[in-house]
Every structure is written in structure tokens, then in C-alpha cells.
């Protein structure tokens, strides 16, 4: 990869839907704080390169931000297989041992037909690699961004996941030529 690349990653609005819900990718977006999107579009790099997961939340934020990404699948949130549409505390109350297990090491547990937050980083990584020198903006998941953090800083996934990535958030990271540079985690724009 020849250049430098700078990469702006923005967690997508909040989901428009019932709190605790481990989300399907139809899930929308919810829009409403105007201010906030309006604060982190004044933030962006213009005419970069923009990039985001296919997942419905991340379009229509990117959208809502004046942009028109290329969607990346590699850039999705992790795929909690069979637990996807389902409330946290419903499948930890109905006793199943696997939802305890895959908690008590999330980073390399898979949920039942889905990934662990390693097959995650591999995935994230396979999607960075093509980005090319410049500006780029992604609009992606926490998990995206953590993942992203993890190949940057050269952590450990279990390391990884003690990021708190809120919605509307940039992270700011820089793929150099001696390596990668964190300029920003979790900033809050206002």
C-alpha cells in the first residue's frame, strides 16, 4: 500500500428499535438529534473516500451525514447467528448454557450459527486492506470499530473489547508508513 491513509470511523445513530435487542441488519436508525449529525458532518474530511457496512443503520447515517459510501460486508457488526432479533435478557434468562459460556469469553466464543469478535478482527482487517491513501470515512458498528482499534494498537480481541464506542462517536486512526497512529477514540462532536 503506497501513502498514507486516514481513516475517520463513526459509529452509526442509535437503533430505532427496543433497547437490549441484538439487532438484525434491517434495523433503522434513529435520526432524530440533528444537532449531533449536523456537529459530526462539519467534522468530516470532504471529498475522502467513504465506506460503510450494508447494515441499514450505517446507510442511512452515512447518509444523514451528506455521504454515499461504497458498502463493505467486511465492515459489518459481529454476527450473533441465531441470537440475532432477540432480547439479552430473555436469552439469558431461559437458562441456555451457551449464552453464559459465550460471555465468559466473547472475544473467541461463537454464538450458535455466528462469529467470535476474532473472526471479526480477521474480517475488519481483510476490509482495511484495500482502502487506499488519503482520506476515508467509515460508518460502521462498535464492534467494527474496536476491531479496527485492535489491528491498530496491536491488542489482544479480549483487550479489544474493553472500548466503549458510543453511537454518533468518531475514532480517528492513521495507517503510516511506520505503522498505525490513534489520534481520537470515542470522541464525543458537538
Do not use: K
Amino acid at each position: 500500500m503506497e501513502g498514507e491513509t486516514f481513516l475517520w470511523l463513526i459509529r452509526h445513530a442509535p437503533v430505532d428499535g427496543v433497547a437490549g435487542t441484538v439487532h438484525a441488519n434491517d434495523a433503522p436508525a434513529d435520526l432524530g438529534d440533528r444537532a449531533q449529525l449536523e456537529a459530526l458532518r462539519q467534522r468530516l474530511p470532504r471529498d475522502a473516500a467513504s465506506y460503510a457496512s450494508p447494515a441499514r443503520r450505517t446507510v442511512e447515517t452515512a447518509r444523514a451525514l451528506g455521504l454515499e459510501p461504497e458498502l463493505m460486508p467486511e465492515f459489518g457488526e459481529q454476527d450473533f447467528g441465531d441470537w440475532t432479533g432477540r432480547r439479552h435478557d430473555a436469552l439469558a434468562a431461559s437458562g441456555a448454557e451457551t449464552y453464559a459460556q459465550f460471555w465468559s469469553d466473547p472475544a473467541r466464543r461463537r454464538p450458535p450459527g455466528g462469529e467470535s469478535f476474532e473472526d471479526q478482527v480477521a474480517r475488519v482487517r481483510r476490509g482495511l486492506t484495500p482502502i487506499g491513501a488519503g482520506p476515508a470515512t467509515l460508518v460502521v458498528h462498535s464492534g467494527t470499530i474496536r476491531a479496527a482499534l485492535c489491528i491498530a494498537l496491536g491488542l489482544t480481541p479480549q483487550a479489544a473489547l474493553r472500548f466503549v464506542i458510543d453511537p454518533l462517536s468518531l475514532t480517528r486512526i492513521d495507517r503510516l508508513a511506520a505503522g498505525w497512529r490513534v489520534v481520537s477514540v470515542n470522541q464525543q462532536v458537538s
